[in-house]
């Protein structure tokens, strides 16, 4: 899309304050001037969030099954957008995808699955900062065909991936890039058990130790229009700071009752790392995981105002000179046999 900016964007200095101990440093901050963030901000739109849900929910994906013809439509549709956008490739050997192999669960002839996530960056402007990395992320895969009936995936997880693209260019449309380096992952095999996410977290093509925080986007487009329900951030109360620092100049409901789906996106498996996360959902709906997941139901509005409300987060955590701390009380542990995936 084609947008006009002024050409003295500054980002001024930024300074926060740490409290009372190391588990709650960064969980308090001065007032942050969003005014070098906000003309990119608004290059997140109502009609590109649309657009980007009805091609990737469309027929012609075939519901973005793992390991599918429409899947790797999908993957090759997210690089193509990355590429448009003049961000790095994140993969080996200079390329977008991250390819790997899988088995086919449950099945008894132990199945391989081929499949990959796509992975973009945004160096950083800091010589020293820029080897820290913020990880915006969403899953592009969903169930399917099934019985005849395409699983469209609208809404899960279509409009994650529309929040991460729109994410992606707004950044890459910033005039003054932020001083840490900026990762997009749109993660494959979610509905699978997080096997995109996981695969990474075992081959991070960015050191784990120098990831700073995980902002994860799934299922963003329905109920209410001004809710959005916030999880994970208990885990960093500086990030979650942060985060409402950011939506002062959204303007969105933040729920925080849904701590019982931590486990069940991708941003659970950097959480069991002990990086920072936040998780962004609007709840179930009758739809969930049927064939009327369908784009004529999602609403762009709502996909365009939490992408804003995440690039603003993303933006500052870049742009900090602290990193956010993960709360030790609350380190997650995977208990056996638990398998809960969106």
Not at 27 to 43: G, V
Not at 307 to 326: C, G, H, K, T
């Amino acid at each position: 899309m084609t947008f006009s900016y002024k050409t003295a964007l500054k980002i001024l200095p930024l300074a926060f304050i740490l409290i009372i101990s190391p588990i709650w440093a960064s969980s308090k901050t001065k007032p942050f001037d969003f005014s070098a963030a906000k003309l990119p901000m608004y290059s997140i739109t109502l009609k590109e969030s649309q657009q980007h849900v009805n091609i990737l929910a469309s027929e012609a994906f075939q519901g973005r099954a793992t390991g599918t013809e429409g899947g790797f439509r999908a993957a090759q549709y997210i690089a193509d957008q990355f590429a448009n956008y003049n961000l790095l490739p994140g993969g080996k050997n200079n390329q977008y995808f991250q390819n790997f192999e899988i088995a086919r669960p449950l099945s008894p002839d132990e199945d391989i699955l081929k499949t990959q996530n796509i992975i973009a960056m945004q160096p950083g402007r800091d010589p020293e900062l820029s080897k820290e990395a913020v990880i915006i992320g969403a899953h592009f895969d969903h169930l399917g065909k099934k019985n005849g009936k395409i699983y469209f995936g609208a809404d899960d997880n279509a409009s994650g991936i529309a929040g991460l693209l729109e994410i992606a260019e707004a950044f890459s449309r910033m005039p003054i890039k932020p001083l840490r380096t900026i990762i997009f992952i749109a993660f494959t095999a979610e509905e699978l058990g997080l096997l995109g996410s996981d695969h990474y977290m075992k081959n991070p093509t960015f050191p784990l130790r120098k990831t700073v925080a995980m902002i994860n986007l799934d299922m963003i487009s329905r109920n209410e229009p001004n809710n959005v329900t916030v999880i994970g951030s208990n885990r960093s109360p500086g990030l979650d700071a942060l985060n409402k620092a950011a939506n002062e100049e959204i303007g969105l409901t933040l729920e925080y009752g849904g701590e019982g789906y931590f486990t069940r996106s991708d941003q659970y498996s950097f959480a069991r790392h002990d990086i920072p996360v936040i998780f962004y959902n609007t709840k179930s709906h009758k739809d969930y995981h049927r064939s009327t997941d369908i784009s004529e139901k999602i609403n762009p509005e709502k996909i365009a105002r939490i992408s804003r409300l995440a690039f603003l987060l993303a933006w500052q955590v870049a742009n900090m000179n602290e990193r956010p701390v993960y709360h030790p009380l609350f380190k997650t542990v995977k208990t056996k046999g638990q398998n809960d995936v969106n």
